[in-house]
Nanobody, 126 residues
């Protein structure tokens, strides 16, 4: 059974940091691209960051570039999203996802291709 479990969400003040984790199981994690998405309150699902198994640098949306960092630990089947300098508009439900083709997963966002977690809430508020 495939499982994707996010953790690390919560309430944080603007300017502070938070780290999300996603523990994966039930599939060959090291061969999958991993991605974080988010959905703001009342908004649409957005791509945040991705890490491909095919090498190259991680990629980030312009909204989070230079503030967020995606990383992965293939030995323990887990990946992370380090979020620094959080802003109020970062408030959202964050989802971790894995796919054999992250580009298709991102391009066909509403179809939720691949494997997805249940989401973890991040609220940035003073």
């Amino acid at each position: 059974e495939v499982q994707m479990a996010e953790s690390g969400g919560g309430l944080v003040q603007p300017g502070r940091s938070l780290r999300l984790s996603c523990a994966a199981s039930g599939f060959p994690f090291s061969t999958y691209d991993v991605t974080w998405f988010r959905q703001p309150p009342g908004g649409s699902l957005q791509w945040v960051a991705s890490n491909s198994v095919r090498g190259g640098r991680p990629t980030y949306s312009d909204r989070v570039k230079d503030r967020f960092t995606i990383s992965r630990d293939n030995d323990n089947n887990i990946f992370y999203l380090q979020m620094n300098k959080l802003k109020k508009w970062d408030t959202a439900t964050y989802y971790c996802a894995a796919a054999t083709d992250m580009y298709a997963q991102i391009r066909r966002l509403t179809e939720r291709l691949g494997y997805w977690g249940q989401g973890t809430q991040v609220t940035v508020s003073s």
